[in-house]
């Protein structure tokens, strides 16, 4: 059987591991970005039109988007883990009373 410390110990390496995973996704995603639209800039500079601004600012506000969803979630308590820990609280208070 095992403890109640492994169990923690268990849930924190798979939180961890997800959260790290979707960092890196996020830093994939924000180098593919730079190096595809720094590519369509070099082909606009060469034709003298400024089209590259569209994808520029399209795909900057998805990964702007992304990198919110990444970077706020992971910093503290994800709000899926607050939302239940908040409902776990209330039930708690509930069920004592």
């Not at 730079?34 to 003298?48: E, K, M, P, R």
């Not at 399209?58 to 239940?84: C, R, T």
Request: aromatic share 8%.
């Amino acid at each position: 059987m095992r403890s109640l410390h492994a169990f923690d110990d268990e849930r924190i390496e798979r939180l961890a591991r997800r959260r790290a995973g979707a960092k890196m996704g996020w830093l994939i995603h924000a180098l593919v970005y730079v190096c595809v639209n720094a590519g369509l800039a070099l082909i606009a500079w060469q034709t003298g039109r400024t089209w590259h601004l569209y994808p520029l600012a399209g795909w900057g506000l998805g990964l702007a988007i992304h990198g919110l969803a990444v970077w706020l979630s992971s910093g503290g308590i994800g709000l899926h883990e607050h939302l239940l820990q908040a409902e776990r609280d209330k039930l708690s208070r509930t069920h004592r009373s």
